[in-house]
Each structure stands twice: as structure tokens, then as C-alpha cells.
């Protein structure tokens, strides 16, 4: 594992779409596991500038999103099927029929987290997978207590993830209760792990995932255990750390 400290968001983003756009250089049918929230917005700025400008080409890239909301259709405001499609795939040349997102209308959901988990594997499974992390230490919605070898299933949202996410929606009653989530094993078969933090809400979960031991109570501490993994962050969210960090990866191509 690999932390490097940005000065700025800008240059977290810079960096983190950087290492996505040359794992699809290299591999035109990357397999891609990306994420929703705030944090990856600039990521995925940057790489719709790259699509734009300089022809950064997912006509074969394969995508896999973490996580839904359970109840919310397709089409609602704050499903990710909508963040994602707002503000990345619309922007970029990617084909719908290599797009998944959890779907968390489905009838039999313990049958489509089966089904999710099957074409992971069936695509060759994830190149990369890009991550954020919640004020609790959440990876996608495996909140503490996760079991770290879990698989994608439904999960009960955390009181603390709810409260970070109403500033989304009306009010806290309108928030979802449950959420359909990439397990924790999952993620960590990915071949190449991005988790980026930045801001001062997330320095302790930060602390905890690049110092603390590893625990299911942070579910982000397995990232410890990953052989390719870069934690990419700004300086707000690395003031808790008691060691100094790089600017700049060791190597810039990982995978
Ligand atoms: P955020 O959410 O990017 O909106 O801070 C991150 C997360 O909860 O994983």
C-alpha cells in the first residue's frame, strides 16, 4: 500500500484519473470498479477532459459500480444509476452494454448480488477499482462490522452514513434504509485498488486506514492488505498522520 499526499483536490484528481486513463492505455478492456459520492467527481472531470482532449477511448472499457441505494428507481436524482450516468458515462464514449450498476429495483436481490458477482468474474474481473471512504471508514457501503471477506449483497446503511448522505435528499426520512454493496472481498480481488480521501472529515478515518491495525470495526484498514493499492489524498484530509508521505507515486503504472 502506497499513500501519497496532493497538495490540493485538483491535483488528487489529476493524479487518480492519470493512473485510470493509463490502465486503459495499456488495456483498451480495462475492467473499471468505480464509485459514487463526492469525492470522485474531480476524477471523473478529468477523465471526460481526457475522453475530450485527448482521446481517451472506453469504447471497450468494462464498468462496475460499487453500490445503489435499495428502492430508488433508475431515474431518480440520488440513485447512482443517475450520478453515474450525469457525471461520467454520458460524457464519454463508453458502450451502455458494458455499464453495471447494482440494480436496487431488482425483485430477488440476493440473486442479482449472485448475478453481479458472476459477470465480475466472467469479464476477467476488476483491473482497477476506485474507492472513496466514509467518515466511519466505510468502503462503498460495507459499514463497520463488515465481514472483510463479504461478497456483494444488501447491507443496512449506518446511522452515520445516513446523516452524511441527507444533505442529498429532503430530509432524513427520505434517505434509504438499506443499500445494495460490493462485499469487502470483492473489492480486495480487484488487481489494483485507488482509494481517495480529501477534506478534514475524513483525516481520522484516514489515520485509521494508513496507521491503525487492521479491523472490521474500519472496514477501509484492509486496504492494508492489498499488494497494488494507492491512497491518494489531500493535504486537509492528512493532517492526522504521524509520517511523512510522498507527493508523487513510486511508479505511476501500477498494474
Ligand atoms: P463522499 O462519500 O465521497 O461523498 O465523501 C464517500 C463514501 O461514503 O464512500
Redesign the pocket.
Given at each position: 500500500m502506497e499513500v501519497v499526499v496532493k497538495e490540493s483536490y485538483e491535483e488528487m484528481s489529476k493524479l487518480s484519473a492519470e493512473l485510470i486513463a493509463e490502465v486503459i492505455r495499456r488495456k483498451p478492456r480495462a475492467v473499471l470498479g468505480l464509485?459514487?459520492?463526492?469525492?470522485?467527481l474531480g476524477t471523473y472531470k478529468e477523465l471526460i477532459r481526457l475522453h475530450k482532449q485527448e482521446g481517451l477511448d472506453f469504447s471497450r472499457v468494462i464498468t462496475f459500480n460499487l453500490d445503489e441505494y435499495v428502492g430508488l428507481v433508475h431515474g431518480h436524482p440520488q440513485s447512482y444509476h443517475y450520478f453515474m450516468s450525469e457525471n461520467l458515462f454520458k460524457h464519454i464514449n463508453v458502450n451502455p452494454k458494458n455499464v453495471h450498476v447494482p440494480d436496487g429495483t431488482a425483485k430477488d436481490i440476493p440473486g442479482f448480488c449472485r448475478w453481479y458477482e458472476e459477470q465480475i468474474v466472467k469479464t476477467g474481473g476488476l483491473d482497477l477499482q476506485l474507492?472513496?471512504?466514509?467518515?466511519n471508514g466505510?468502503?462503498?457501503?460495507n459499514e463497520p462490522g463488515s465481514s472483510l471477506g463479504s461478497r456483494t449483497r444488501i447491507k443496512t446503511l449506518d446511522d452515520k452514513?445516513r446523516q452524511?448522505?441527507a444533505r442529498f435528499f429532503k430530509n432524513m426520512n427520505e434517505v434509504p434504509k438499506y443499500a445494495i454493496t460490493m462485499g469487502i472481498g470483492t473489492i480486495m480481488d480487484a488487481r489494483q485498488l485507488i482509494l481517495?480521501?480529501n477534506?478534514a472529515?475524513?483525516a481520522d478515518a484516514i489515520l485509521k486506514t494508513c496507521e491503525g491495525p487492521i479491523t472490521a470495526i474500519v472496514p477501509a484498514t484492509i486496504v492494508q492488505l492489498h499488494p497494488k493499492a494507492t491512497i491518494i489524498i489531500d493535504k486537509q484530509a492528512a493532517t492526522k498522520l504521524t509520517r511523512e508521505y510522498p507527493a508523487e507515486p513510486r511508479v505511476l503504472v501500477l498494474a
Open positions: 464509485a459514487t459520492g463526492s469525492t470522485p474507492l472513496g471512504i466514509g467518515s466505510h468502503i462503498a457501503f452514513t452524511d448522505n481517495l480521501a477534506g472529515g475524513k
